[in-house]
Each structure stands twice: as structure tokens, then as C-alpha cells.
């Protein structure tokens, strides 16, 4: 997992795989304050993004997810958006709905070693394969609409 900001991204792209330079390059040029929610193209092969505005709610009402076949990237536009974390693989892990082939997501019983975060304006979190993540959870300070960007990028963009 990776988490960071706009502008450190834009300081230190460096730092970042290819792959994710090029799909926050690619949305740059887009007006994502106005876009409908939906799904949309890159124009960068392997990667497409969707807006979503969802109403955060408490964690125990989103079950932890993961993909096998991409990458996410979840930037949050306006709002704060709490987030679980956890390394799949862990021991005791437990798979309650594999729709792996369908739709590229599995999910999964809370695990043990889950963290917690919050995303703000402008903040994304980058979600590898062996990330199992639980987004739109609702912070201390209760619901709250979310705008947020999902870019999937290909696991082979990576070498994965």
C-alpha cells in the first residue's frame, strides 16, 4: 500500500512506479470536479477510472475487500473517507464472497491485523493485490458524501 497526497506526488513522482505516474498524469487533464459518476477510459492502456460519491458509513457496515487483477488507486476529492487496511495472507484470513472471476474482487471476514485512515481533499492510497482494503467508512465525526476517483491500473503494468 502506498498513501500520499497531490502535491507530494507532484514533488516526488519520482518516487512512484511508472504506472502510477501515468494514470495521475492521465486524470490531471480531466475535470474531475464536474464529471458524473460513472466509469471512464485512460488513455493509457490497461487502466480505466471511475467517480464515485458514495455516503460513508460505520466500518462494520463494508465488508473488506481485495483484486487480483488490479491495482487501485483511490483519491479522494472532497470529504474524508476512512479506510481498513490489512496484508492478505495473514493467518486466520477468511474469503466470505470469491468473486475473483466475475468481477476481479473477493471479500472478506474483518481481519485481525486491520488498520484504520482517514483520506482527505487531494489524499489517495494506492491498493496492491495483497492489500485487502475496506473503503467508504465514515470517521468520528459521522456519514458524510464522499467524491472520489478509483483509478484500476493492471496488475502487468506493474510486472505483477
Known amino acids: 500500500m502506498i498513501l500520499s497526497d497531490l502535491s507530494s506526488w507532484k514533488n516526488g513522482s519520482a518516487c512512484f512506479p511508472a504506472p502510477i505516474n501515468a494514470a495521475l498524469t492521465a486524470l490531471a487533464g480531466q475535470d474531475l470536479a464536474t464529471m458524473a459518476p460513472g466509469k471512464y477510459p485512460l488513455a493509457v492502456e490497461g487502466m480505466f477510472f471511475m467517480i464515485q460519491t458514495p455516503l460513508t458509513a460505520p466500518a462494520e ?6 483484486h487480483q487483477q488490479h491495482v487501485d488507486i483511490q483519491l479522494v476529492l472532497s470529504g474524508t473517507e476512512r479506510y481498513g487496511v490489512a496484508r492478505r495472507g495473514q493467518p486466520g484470513e477468511s474469503v466470505i464472497e470469491n468473486l475473483w472471476d466475475k468481477h476481479d474482487i473477493a471479500f472478506f471476514a474483518p481481519p485481525a491485523n486491520e488498520a484504520f485512515f482517514d483520506l482527505g481533499p487531494d489524499m489517495f492510497a494506492v491498493f496492491f493485490p495483497d492489500d485487502i482494503h475496506r473503503p467508504c467508512c465514515q470517521t468520528a465525526h ?9 483509478v484500476k491500473i493492471h496488475r502487468s503494468l506493474f510486472g505483477l
Not at 457496515?61 to 481485495?66: F, L
Not at 459521522?142 to 478509483?150: N, T
Open 61 to 66: 457496515q463494508h465488508r473488506p475487500e481485495a
Open 142 to 150: 459521522g456519514p458524510e458524501q464522499v467524491r472520489k476517483v478509483v
